[in-house]
């Protein structure tokens, strides 16, 4: 493959294959890369403004069966410390994140045994009514997995973005390694 040309196909805005986006990731430093990213978002945004939002995390549930051997947060299902953030403890945390400035909720926890589809759209739908105008930024590729697995299926509930801050996890060798 061309790697020039996928690049440069990237820049104008097409969309690559799965094959050819793995040829990127697994032949093109990641500074340049970077670069690719910046200029394409420079041609949609080039006025130079970088903004953010305050937002909050919040665990689901410390409770988890995936072992990764570096993690020093979750506990085995029956444990004494093991919970799963209730309705008024996710109203105390909103309502303070609220006065703060904040507008949305990074929602992530651990791979319960017990939680699959309905837990998570029942929750999305609770705090979605209480607070409409609440963003959910809900659920890592690790967790979204661990539900499918659960319930056999391809599909998952309402959140308005999916976590990439432990997409990390789907990288099988450090957590087999730590
Ligand atoms: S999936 Fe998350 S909570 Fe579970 S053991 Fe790994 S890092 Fe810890």
Not at 53 to 66: E, G, K, L, P, W
Request: net charge neutral.
């Amino acid at each position: 493959m061309q790697t020039d040309q996928l690049l440069q196909r990237a820049l104008n805005f097409e969309f690559l294959s799965i094959e050819e986006g793995m040829h990127l990731f697994e032949t093109v430093p990641t500074t340049e890369l970077m670069a690719v990213a910046r200029a394409l978002r420079m041609k949609q945004r080039p006025e130079k403004i970088v903004s953010w939002i305050i937002d909050r995390n919040v665990n689901t549930t410390n409770v988890c069966i995936a072992n990764c051997k570096f993690c020093n947060f979750f506990r085995k299902p029956g444990h004494a410390d093991a919970y799963i953030t209730t309705s008024d403890q996710y109203k105390e945390k909103i309502e303070e994140t609220c006065r703060l400035g904040g507008e949305q909720l990074l929602l992530q926890g651990g791979h319960h045994p017990d939680l699959g589809l309905s837990f998570y759209v029942d929750l999305f739908k609770e705090l979605k009514s209480l607070y409409p105008d609440l963003k959910l930024h809900s659920l890592g590729p690790p967790e979204i997995a661990h539900i499918t697995k659960l319930e056999k299926s391809t599909h998952t509930g309402s959140s308005e973005g999916i976590n990439g801050c432990r997409g990390w996890i789907h990288c099988r060798e450090p957590v087999r390694k730590y």
